[in-house]
């Protein structure tokens, strides 16, 4: 089994890196299932049904979300329309959307995708990632032994914990949310593949892909401050997963490009 996970898509810029680059590397790699942390595709903040279409057009298979998940009201067409998007499972069970799934790969066999959003630093208040991960998998694992965990978490204690709290329990624990990537990918003992944090895919030349000036100015004046998307050169970072027949990791590397868009 053969898996691209892609970092957190930033605005436009990283929507049309995605649209040019993606179909490049599904050549390369001739992946079969490509994910994509979607939460910051739609202007930075949240997904829309048209940005969730034109992601899906330009090669991505399963959606994840995070912490902006709610930015838009439309998300919950979405997620109605959609059952590939993908928001945090650790949200109230009354909330509206899947948050995890069994996705039919190109080779026929399913595999089984969980989004997670961490507590440290980000949502307290949701329920422990730890214990719903634990409840999610057992039913991910009836059906199939390869499973994905998409952890949107901010605390590295927290995304390397779960990992191996998980560590022979699933496939991959890829975390996301901090838009830089880690340089820390390795394969943990009972085979779960893994990586700190996979990045972003988006302006390079910015503050996690929002304009410099404008992050740099709410760091010194502590007041709000309207965020818009940087231009300029854009980097897309993902991962590339091979897994065996039962569903380890046997080989995880870094994907990261740069380029400057016209």
């Known amino acids: 089994m053969k898996i691209i996970f892609l970092g957190d898509i930033v605005g436009r810029p990283g929507r049309e890196l995605v649209k040019t680059l993606l179909p490049e590397l599904i050549q390369q790699y001739a992946p079969d299932l490509t994910v994509a942390n979607g939460e910051n595709a739609a202007g930075g903040f949240g997904l829309t049904l048209e940005v969730a279409d034109e992601l899906f057009h330009s090669g991505v298979d399963v959606i994840t979300l995070g912490n902006h998940t709610w930015k838009h009201r439309e998300i919950d067409q979405v997620l ?6 993908l928001r945090p499972a650790n949200y109230p069970p009354e909330t509206p959307g899947e948050s995890a799934g069994l996705f039919v790969a190109k080779n026929g066999y399913p595999v089984g995708v969980l989004s997670l959003m961490g507590q440290v ?5 949701l329920d422990c990632p730890f214990r719903v991960a634990k409840e999610q998998i057992s039913l991910l694992k009836e059906k199939t032994p390869y499973v994905l965990v998409d952890f949107h978490a901010e605390a590295t204690s ?25 340089a820390d990918e390795r394969i943990l003992p009972g085979g779960t ?7 972003m895919c988006g302006p390079t030349d910015s503050v996690l892909g929002v304009k410099k000036e404008l992050a740099i100015q709410k760091f010194i004046t ?5 965020f818009e998307i940087a231009k300029g050169p854009v980097e897309l970072n993902g991962v590339y997963l091979e897994l065996d027949e039962q569903g380890r990791t046997k080989r995880i590397d870094r994907i990261n490009y740069r380029k400057n868009l016209k």
Request: hydrophobic share 35%.
């Open 80 to 85: 109605d329309r959609y059952k590939q998007v």
């Open 121 to 125: 630093y980000l949502e307290p208040t």
């Open 193 to 199: 593949g893994y990586i700190t944090d996979v990045g």
């Open 158 to 182: 927290e995304k390397i914990a779960l990992a191996h709290y998980l560590d022979g329990l699933v496939s991959a624990v890829v975390g996301t949310h901090t838009h830089v990537a880690t």
């Open 222 to 226: 502590k007041r709000p401050v309207k």
